[in-house]
């Protein structure tokens, strides 16, 4: 127990992940997507929703679309010969925020560039719609073949004037859907760079948080936060920091929540993500100064009939949700959970 901290136990239900402060909605000028307004989640780069030709997947946040979302992504990741766009998009249902669908996709570690929309409905009640964006219009897959998806582009490429591109070598990775930069033809995108150990201290949101021996951390490209990977052997854990503004009420419109209202919205997402009950083996309050917030251990089965267990605290101080979480199978997290304990106890906003 950390000094300057009191905790009350409390026995309950619940769990959150990730979730970033957003980047400034965009207009899309011309194309397929001409005049709507489009909200990049988890990072997207914007541009790339000017760019032809495209693969785009057209999605619903549920269940029923993520089987085809997860195979689209891991698409979207190989190396390709020419450089077409890629991306997803999610048009917002009654009821859907920017906020509550960004979590479900965080959760799931997608990588493809993602857009938030509730400027038209490009479902028109289907789960997801395959499409090939070229010369201003679209062409929708009549079934979900990413083999027909591939020699379409091909196709569209060859005929946009594209020209074909060396494919990465195994030390390089391509970045699909990021537009190169001026004067420069399509090429790979260089390997990440390397992690930091020990401390990670985020002046923009104010919190600090001790990586573990054998772990590095990568901050975010938005800054919001940071992810760890362990470099001394295997792991499946999942362990990151983040911080959110205060800026949604409980039902999406601008406002304030409490923490509790916070990870209550996230436990309804996981749940809906996995299809499965989210059952929480204690909760505590936390408060740190002046500040309060939530400390939650929990556990659920997922939707491939994995145990996981989780813990995950979130703090709301000047203005700001900031949070810790880890999250496992429930084997590795039981055999961690002194790692955890010291990671969660390092945790501590600074302002």
């Given at each position: 127990?950390?000094?300057?901290?009191?905790?009350?136990?409390?026995?309950?239900?619940?769990?959150?992940?990730?979730?970033?402060?957003?980047?400034?909605?965009?207009?899309?000028?011309?194309?397929?997507?001409?005049?709507?307004?489009?909200?990049?989640?988890?990072?997207?780069?914007?541009?790339?929703?000017?760019?032809?030709?495209?693969?785009?997947?057209?999605?619903?946040?549920?269940?029923?679309?993520?089987?085809?979302?997860?195979?689209?992504?891991?698409?979207?990741?190989?190396?390709?010969?020419?450089?077409?766009?890629?991306?997803?998009?999610?048009?917002?249902?009654?009821?859907?925020?920017?906020?509550?669908?960004?979590?479900?996709?965080?959760?799931?570690?997608?990588?493809?560039?993602?857009?938030?929309?509730?400027?038209?409905?490009?479902?028109?009640?289907?789960?997801?719609?395959?499409?090939?964006?070229?010369?201003?219009?679209?062409?929708?897959?009549?079934?979900?073949?990413?083999?027909?998806?591939?020699?379409?582009?091909?196709?569209?490429?060859?005929?946009?004037?594209?020209?074909?591109?060396?494919?990465?070598?195994?030390?390089?990775?391509?970045?699909?859907?990021?537009?190169?930069?001026?004067?420069?033809?399509?090429?790979?995108?260089?390997?990440?760079?390397?992690?930091?150990?020990?401390?990670?201290?985020?002046?923009?949101?104010?919190?600090?948080?001790?990586?573990?021996?054998?772990?590095?951390?990568?901050?975010?490209?938005?800054?919001?936060?940071?992810?760890?990977?362990?470099?001394?052997?295997?792991s499946k854990m999942d362990m990151r920091v983040w911080a959110t503004p205060n800026e949604f009420a409980a039902d999406g419109s601008p406002g304030k929540?409490?923490?509790?209202?916070?990870?209550?919205?996230?436990?309804?997402?996981?749940?809906?993500?996995?299809?499965?009950?989210?059952?929480?083996?204690?909760?505590?309050?936390?408060?740190?100064?002046f500040s309060e917030g939530r400390d939650y251990t929990y556990s659920y089965t997922n939707k491939d009939g994995e145990k996981r267990r989780g813990r995950?605290?979130?703090?709301?101080?000047?203005?700001?949700?900031?949070?810790?979480?880890?999250?496992?199978?429930?084997?590795?997290?039981?055999?961690?959970?002194?790692?955890?304990?010291?990671?969660?106890?390092?945790f501590s906003a600074t302002r």
């Amino acid at each position: 127990m950390r000094i300057g901290r009191v905790f009350v136990v409390v026995m309950a239900v619940g769990v959150a992940l990730a979730n970033p402060a957003f980047a400034a909605p965009v207009t899309v000028e011309s194309g397929y997507f001409a005049d709507a307004e489009f909200q990049p989640l988890m990072d997207a780069d914007p541009r790339v929703l000017e760019r032809e030709p495209a693969a785009v997947l057209v999605f619903a946040a549920d269940q029923s679309a993520f089987t085809a979302l997860a195979e689209f992504d891991k698409w979207a990741q190989r190396p390709h010969r020419f450089d077409f766009a890629i991306y997803a998009v999610v048009p917002g249902r009654e009821g859907d925020t920017a906020l509550v669908v960004e979590e479900i996709l965080r959760q799931r570690n997608v990588r493809v560039p993602i857009f938030f929309t509730t400027s038209a409905d490009y479902l028109a009640g289907e789960p997801y719609k395959l499409l090939v964006l070229r010369g201003g219009g679209a062409l929708q897959l009549t079934r979900f073949s990413l083999e027909d998806l591939e020699r379409r582009m091909e196709r569209a490429s060859e005929d946009a004037g594209l020209e074909p591109r060396s494919l990465p070598a195994s030390d390089t990775q391509t970045s699909p859907g990021s537009p190169p930069a001026s004067g420069d033809s399509a090429t790979t995108a260089p390997r990440r760079p390397p992690g930091r150990k020990g401390v990670y201290n985020n002046s923009r949101f104010g919190f600090t948080v001790r990586f573990p021996d054998g772990w590095v951390y990568r901050e975010s490209r938005s800054g919001d936060g940071a992810v760890g990977e362990r470099v001394a052997g295997p792991s499946k854990m999942d362990m990151r920091v983040w911080a959110t503004p205060n800026e949604f009420a409980a039902d999406g419109s601008p406002g304030k929540m409490t923490v509790r209202d916070y990870l209550t919205q996230h436990i309804e997402t996981l749940g809906q993500q996995e299809g499965a009950t989210v059952e929480v083996e204690a909760r505590y309050v936390v408060r740190e100064g002046f500040s309060e917030g939530r400390d939650y251990t929990y556990s659920y089965t997922n939707k491939d009939g994995e145990k996981r267990r989780g813990r995950l605290q979130a703090i709301e101080a000047d203005g700001v949700f900031k949070v810790a979480a880890v999250e496992g199978p429930a084997a590795e997290f039981d055999r961690s959970s002194s790692m955890i304990e010291d990671f969660i106890g390092s945790f501590s906003a600074t302002r």
